[in-house]
RNA sequence: GCGAGAGUGGCGGAACUGGCAGACGCGAGGGACUUAAAAUCCCUUGGCCGCAAGGCCGUGGGGGUUCGAUUCCCCCCUCUCGCACCA
């Protein structure tokens, strides 16, 4: 009589002893391959979350499965800890970040160490720690003394209540997420660092990364990039020295261009207008415009735009040509000013028709009619109406025109970025410190390098208004390390992605208190071999790393170019839920139904008081768009119910707090173990699709687990003392050698779906095949039982880490799974004498013959016309030919 | 609008280079065990026709290439994601 499946026991002991042991430590070994594979590594909220576990259970088969295949591997864990939830709990409730980080990350720990996760905790860093933080503000001054470093001032999103500047993402409709304030363009001055200098490498580079990272994150990175060729062109102003610069990927129009339009925010547009009868209504729509939010500047649909009241000058025509300021033009991309050609470009189009501006046709389509009233021409064709150049295509056009620009000395060729340079400036507290001090004699000094780190000091208030270090006097006040004279410290932090953009890097070193890392370590175990994450990372962390990178590559502190070799990015765990609304909905009930209604109707017997469901929803503070499981929980009603219902006519989304719709990881671990919780993550899709979280499919997957248990200790009897070598495998019987040619397949398979793109689901899949032909043996070789039962184990290792090491422990062994060699198969088990091929007549299917595997076509068309059921389709026709692929299908076309 | 990706049973998904569509799991139906329920075990499970043998249809829709198409090509539809006046 076996034991019951008891993971509770079986998980604790395994974690203690795992700890104990060491199993997970790694140390550099040249003789070794290594693999690095990594995690993107959490923000300490509180708990984990189904996403995380997902994410790391990934990691985690891969990293056991290497190890076992006898890789070096390096498998690190940490804590992106720096940021804004930490400050908002320090305001909110008066606890100190630090406090609240720390307090998270010991809990959050002990839920990664439950799940079983192969780290090497000796290596753990937390961006908050000084230790950690002192190396920002090193790389920081090595990009300072660079240039890429620089302070510039810029408009950015600034919130009057709080007195902080806001990231686009923390304005949300124009307001500021916590106070509700409109936010405000406001230029302020900032650090920067000279991403755009990478921009070219950034770009090039992805071409290496072809293959090896989803399509989607490079098209996106490229897309961000934004690389487009053209020409910057000078235009004259009437009656001005001023000349209005604007860039064009289209310099073949330039004989098209009928108006100018410059951004609201462009600094000539009020100079131009001064003066001017226009004075007062583009200082009105200048004003509008610039106090809008970024936000409510993206919105717009509609374009406006006024007359500026002043004529450029067309640098080869010497036409007048009137200047506009529009709503359309962005400042910040290009010159922010443009050459307005509404015959060929859409949005030039569109405004010329709304203000009745002249639209001028200077392309024509190389075949068919255009219109140019009616819409624009924006494909390449031959020019027309262009002085000398008429005639040429569009192409040959650019390059002459820019060629003759260039020489007049009125343009020159231009290459243009999307891509901004990053303003790493925070009026917040919970960040790096920026290492500068400002002094009034020597201007802006870099913090000496012995004097590292700047630490946040300790003693803060919080007040959510304004950035808590400026009241700090002691760090405020300093003296200048060049000239000695009372100076003031930089107050402003350094955006947390800072943190995240070389963490990698510091893994491979992570004690190091003399340098940020030792090279040497660095290029043992760089780069990254496996990197995986969520997509959401696909521009900003991924690209900042990837700039990182790069700029300590010519520093000559790593050998890489790329961070990354390899990316995957997981997909979301969802999980259905139904609103309040849809519950009555289904059983064809109103809010003013009664609550016994309601139990009636999904067939509960319970003592309810007499109210309507709006009575009670109104006591408990709920609506009609809450999740109906708080309304099952208030009326103690079953939820095994609820979660039915869910699974038929739930709406899948994302885990939020907000929709109730979570899913607890310590609940579930506690209800099946971690084991289950693992499998089913794995089995329920493949790593990059979304899945939604169905309790059912947990059961399923602990179904699997209690089966394998109760097998392996039924049987462990029996096979405990077996051992078995190759030659044993000799003249077996039918039923044994299908058996073993089933589990050496299964070995094979497992092998390369983990290999080829990870296919864990599937890899499961042949596990759960294998284990069912298994359970279904009849046979009695005890050698092929414990060759079979050996192996189940060791290919569910990397998977189920736990109930792998007791089980096989059961069946006789010592030691720890993730110490043997993982499974190989064997070639010889493979082949088959037999095979089942099918038969077709013309294309289609009609039945099935078993033939010898290296039956030549001769052989197999014998048996097949000896079929009956073949027989049936062939009779009275003419074969006139036959398809064979030996061992896959033979295919006769018959006639008549 | 532009860009990328995806459409396969009731559901998640499998089918790797064109070669037996639906592996594996969930759900559902039936049965065994039980006083009963749960758990467990066994059988069935794409649709239609048929007692059965078997047949017909079937991978979003239409067309094409091929002996053979979920897979390759063209057109259309739908969904998801990303970017969104980037000159």
Not at 218 to 243: L, R
Request: hydrophobic share 35%; aromatic share 12%.
């Amino acid at each position: 009589m076996s034991r019951n499946y008891n993971f509770k026991e079986i998980e604790e002991k395994y974690l203690k002893e795992w700890e104990e042991n060491k199993l997970f430590k790694s140390t550099e070994d040249k003789n070794k391959e290594k693999f690095y594979v990594l995690e993107m590594f959490p923000y300490p909220s509180g708990k984990i979350h189904m996403g995380h576990v997902r994410n790391y259970a990934i990691g985690d088969v891969i990293n056991r499965y290497l190890k076992m295949k006898g890789k070096n591997t390096l498998h690190p864990m940490g804590w992106d800890a720096f940021g804004m939830p930490a400050e908002n709990a320090a305001i909110k409730s008066k606890i100190h970040p630090a406090k609240w980080t720390y307090e998270n990350i010991d809990y959050m720990k002990k839920q990664l160490k439950r799940l079983g996760f192969s780290y090497d905790w000796d290596r753990e860093i937390a961006t908050c720690s000084p230790d950690y933080y002192k190396w920002n503000q090193w790389i920081f001054l090595k990009m300072f003394e660079k240039g890429i470093a620089y302070r510039k001032s810029a408009l950015v999103n600034w919130c009057p209540h709080d007195l902080t500047v806001l990231a686009n993402e923390q304005v949300i409709e124009g307001r500021c997420w916590r106070c509700d304030t409109p936010v405000v363009q406001k230029e302020i001055p900032s650090w920067y660092l000279r991403i755009t200098d990478y921009a070219e490498v950034l770009l090039d580079d992805l071409k290496e990364l072809e293959g090896k990272w989803p399509d989607a994150v490079i098209t996106m990175q490229k897309n961000w990039i934004g690389k487009s060729i053209g020409a910057t062109i000078k235009f004259p102003i009437e009656n001005s020295t001023a000349v209005l610069e604007v860039f064009t990927t289209r310099p073949d129009t330039i004989f098209g261009v009928t108006f100018m339009v410059l951004a609201p925010e462009h600094p000539l547009v009020l100079e131009l207008a001064k003066g001017t009868d226009y004075e007062d209504e583009v200082n009105e729509f200048v004003n509008k415009y610039t106090t809008m939010s970024t936000r409510e500047r993206n919105i717009i649909e509609e374009k406006e735009g006024v007359f500026t009241g002043r004529y450029a000058v067309h640098p080869i025509t010497g036409e007048k040509i009137p200047i506009w300021t529009a709503n359309y033009i962005l400042w910040g991309y290009g010159t922010g000013a443009i050459m307005a050609v509404p015959a060929h470009d859409e949005r030039d189009h569109e405004f010329a028709k709304k203000y009745a501006v002249p639209i001028k046709p200077v392309i024509k389509p190389v075949e068919g009619d255009w219109d140019y009233e009616k819409e624009a021409f924006t494909e390449e064709g031959i020019l027309i109406n262009s002085n000398g150049f008429d005639g040429l295509k569009s192409s040959e056009a650019k390059e002459k025109i820019t060629q003759y620009l260039e020489e007049k000395g009125i343009g020159e060729k231009t290459i243009n970025f999307r891509l901004r340079d990053w303003n790493i400036s925070r009026q917040r507290y919970w960040g790096t410190p920026i290492p500068i001090i400002y002094c009034d004699e020597c201007g802006i000094v870099p913090v000496p390098e012995e004097d590292l780190p700047v630490v946040l000091p300790e003693n803060v208030e919080f007040t959510g208004m304004g950035n808590p270090l400026e009241k700090v006097e002691e760090f405020v006040n300093t003296k200048c390390p060049k000239c000695g004279k009372p100076a003031k410290r930089e107050t402003d932090t350094m955006d947390t992605f800072i943190d995240s953009s070389w963490y990698f890097l510091r893994y491979c070193d992570p004690k190091n208190d003399k340098k940020p890392f030792e090279k040497e370590k660095v290029d043992y175990w760089m780069p990254v071999d496996l990197y995986i994450g969520g997509i959401e990372h696909a521009v900003l962390h991924l690209l900042y790393s990837r700039f990182f990178t790069k700029f300590l590559h010519e520093e000559g502190l790593v050998d890489v170019k790329e961070p990354f070799t390899k990316l995957l990015t997981q997909g979301m765990v969802l999980k259905k839920w139904i609103k309040i609304e849809k519950l009555l909905e289904l059983y064809n009930l109103d809010e003013n139904a009664k609550l016994s209604d309601l139990a009636k109707a999904l067939g509960i017997d319970t003592k309810l008081e007499d109210k309507t469901v709006k009575q009670f929803l109104e006591e408990n503070h709920l609506t009609l768009n809450d999740n109906a499981k708080l309304l099952f929980e208030k009326l103690k009603f079953p939820m095994n119910i609820l979660t039915k219902l869910e699974e038929e006519y739930g709406k899948s989304d994302k885990m939020s707090k907000s929709k109730h719709n979570t899913v607890d990881p310590d609940e579930m671990i506690q209800k099946y173990g971690a084991d289950t919780v693992r499998l089913y993550t794995l089995f329920a899709a493949p790593p990059q699709n979304n899945f939604d979280w169905i309790e059912s499919g947990v059961e399923g997957a602990n179904r699997f687990l209690k089966r394998v248990w109760n097998y392996v200790n039924d049987i462990s009897e029996d096979i405990k003392d077996v051992t078995y070598a190759h030659e044993d495998f000799k003249n077996l019987n039918k039923e044994d050698k299908d058996l073993r040619r089933k589990l050496h397949q299964t070995i094979k398979k497992v092998n390369d779906d983990i290999t080829r793109e990870y296919q864990f689901n599937t890899a499961i899949a042949s596990i759960m095949e294998f284990f069912n032909s298994l359970t279904s043996y009849k046979g009695e070789n005890k050698k092929i039982l414990k060759e079979s039962v050996e192996n189940l184990i060791l290919l569910l290792s990397p998977f189920t880490p736990f109930i792998a090491d007791e089980l096989w422990r059961i069946i006789g062994n010592t030691g720890y799974t993730i110490q043997q060699k993982f499974p190989e198969a064997d070639p010889s088990a493979l082949i088959e004498e037999e095979k089942e091929i099918p038969v077709q007549i013309n294309g289609k299917m009609r039945g099935k013959i078993t033939v010898p595997a290296d039956a030549s076509e001769e052989e197999v068309l014998n048996t097949a016309l000896e079929n009956e059921n073949i027989k049936k389709w062939i009779e009275g026709k003419e074969i006139i030919k036959t398809i064979f692929v030996k061992g896959k299908i033979l295919n006769i076309i018959v006639k008549g």
